[in-house]
């Protein structure tokens, strides 16, 4: 597709399910970002991928957060026994890594996840 | 560690005026910074960035920013504010020496009255 594409774009779980948020990069980045949003809050960054493996994960909150990147395009983000605290609007964006850290990023629309 | 401060929760600015939108920067290397603006219920949208060079960039939207060194500092600027620039504006640096994360600042809503 043109741009970023998240799904589902809203998400309603109950406390302690488990949820995976799904991203597709623009076709050929091979960076791609996580990042979560909290209401009135800037992007926290979570993870970055460059191709298939995590580069820099320093941002995952604990370990009920995981993401895969298995074959270097679509990404999916898992949050194992969600609580209440997770929900936030979820953010991916992908960059061309042939500009390097001069690279804007492409946002996608985000997935907006509320745990009751 | 890389950090970004928006000074200012809200800006609010009459159309047809000029409008500033303050940034603050922390980095360890030489920065690269961007600018974001996000419109209710959508994603992120790219603005600008100062990579090197000159320091006043020029983007979208009739928007411009300019860099400061010795004030770490990346200003956006727009000479004449419109009605539909109101967004929740967001900062954003990345250090040369990491070629990852970009670190966003907390935005900043602007406000502009007909």
């Known amino acids: 597709g043109a741009g970023v594409s998240q799904t589902p774009s809203n998400k309603v779980t109950e406390k302690g399910k488990y949820v995976e948020l799904r991203c597709d990069p623009i076709s050929g980045h091979t960076a791609l970002y996580w990042y979560r949003q909290s209401l009135g809050q800037g992007p926290e960054f979570l993870i970055y991928f460059q191709g298939t493996g995590a580069a820099d994960d320093s941002g995952l909150p604990n370990d009920r957060f995981f993401a895969v990147r298995p074959e270097g395009s679509v990404s999916t983000l898992k949050i194992q026994r969600t609580e209440r605290g997770d929900s936030a609007v979820y953010l991916c964006?992908?960059?061309?890594?042939?500009?390097?850290?001069?690279?804007?990023?492409?946002f996608g629309e985000g997935s907006r996840l509320t745990v009751l | 560690a890389q950090s970004v401060a928006q000074p200012e929760d809200q800006v609010n600015v009459a159309e047809g005026n000029p409008l500033t939108v303050k940034c603050t920067y922390s980095?360890?290397?030489?920065?690269?910074l961007f600018w974001y603006v996000q419109y209710p219920n959508r994603g992120l949208q790219f603005l600008l960035k100062y990579i090197t060079g000159d320091n006043l960039v020029k983007g979208s939207y009739g928007f411009e920013a300019e860099f400061n060194k010795s004030q770490t500092s990346f200003h956006l600027k727009k000479p004449s504010a419109l009605v539909s620039d109101s967004a929740l504006y967001f900062c954003a640096v990345r250090s040369s020496s990491n070629t990852g994360k970009l670190i966003f600042g907390q935005g900043t809503t602007l406000q502009v009255k007909p």
């Open positions: 980095v360890s290397g030489n920065p690269y």
């Open positions: 964006a992908s960059s061309s890594s042939g500009r390097g850290p001069t690279g804007e990023l492409f």
